[in-house]
């Protein structure tokens, strides 16, 4: 009698030993949890990316974000405010980007390709909203160091142009 | 002995005789005989049941510790399963490596349609345009699907912003 109930604790034991080893590792794999409360020190940000084509008729871009010093994680991606470029989603990016922290994005989108040149966007533009999320806390007033690199532009025929980026951090809204 | 010669009243006389042969003068037998034969009784229960109960914590150590090692490793099997990675391709770019028939695996490249060695989101552009101008062109069936269509589109514009092979700018 005595061995059989050692025999059944030693397996409730192993059991209970395994299970939390997987459940710990299973937890490990999971992206993290974007609701609930947010860690002291969380910071979101969201980032309104502009393209200027420089009076060329844009039909492509695609850009790099990084941050030098945090890495982030996306949790928003939105598209611009041409209607060239509406294509009603979100621009490509990469989902990994949303499934943990991460030190570069690329995003990119190609205008509708019914548009012809002279419907195409020729100056600044926004072409997408990103929101991310800090997890290391920052010092006060100070903003992650955020570069834009913009790696393709293209006009109505997909040839390349000269374009700039740049961003600008959106101001939450107050309620009133 | 009334109720027995009821009993044999029923039988035929030959068999009521041998019956009754049977029974012959009582035997008592010698109390120090049976008292030995007791004695010895007792002393053989005893050492049976003693090595009974060894045999049989003997079989449920075994039995116990077979369970319990299928058990474990039952256990272990269903762990190993649970957290090992889901199956099946993560991405899109996953699904194209792992497929056979894949372009990424015909050849080297297959997105760089401007041919300007790098897959970006110009080649998702120049695809979209000719498609438009052509769908029925099988040409521009990057994924071998049997068609040209957005999926192709698709195919090309989440290679140039994967970030495991994305080439950085």
Redesign the interface.
Known sequence: MKTLAATILFVLLSAWGLSSIALAERDEQQPPVQDGPVPAGTTFLTLDVTIDPNGQPMGAYQFELTSDNASFTVVGVEAGEHAAFDHGRPPYFDPVATQGETDRLILAEYALPEFDADQLPTRAVRVATVHVMFADPLHEHENPSIQLNLTAAGDADGERIDADVSYSFRTPERPE | MPQEDEQFDSLPPAIVDALRDLDGPAVMPDPRRDADVLSGARQHLAETAGLSRKRR?LR??FA??A??AI??AA??AL?VF??S?VNGPQ?EQDFAANTPDSPQSAAARPGDL?DDG?I???????L??Q??RDPSSLAMDLNRDGEANQRD??WV??Q?????T????
């Open positions: 914590n449920l150590f116990g510790g369970g319990g058990a474990a256990m272990i762990i649970i957290a990675p991405s401007n790098t970006d989101i110009l080649d998702a552009y120049v979209a345009k498609i438009e589109i698709d514009a989440q140039a912003v994967a970030l495991n994305g080439e950085r700018g």
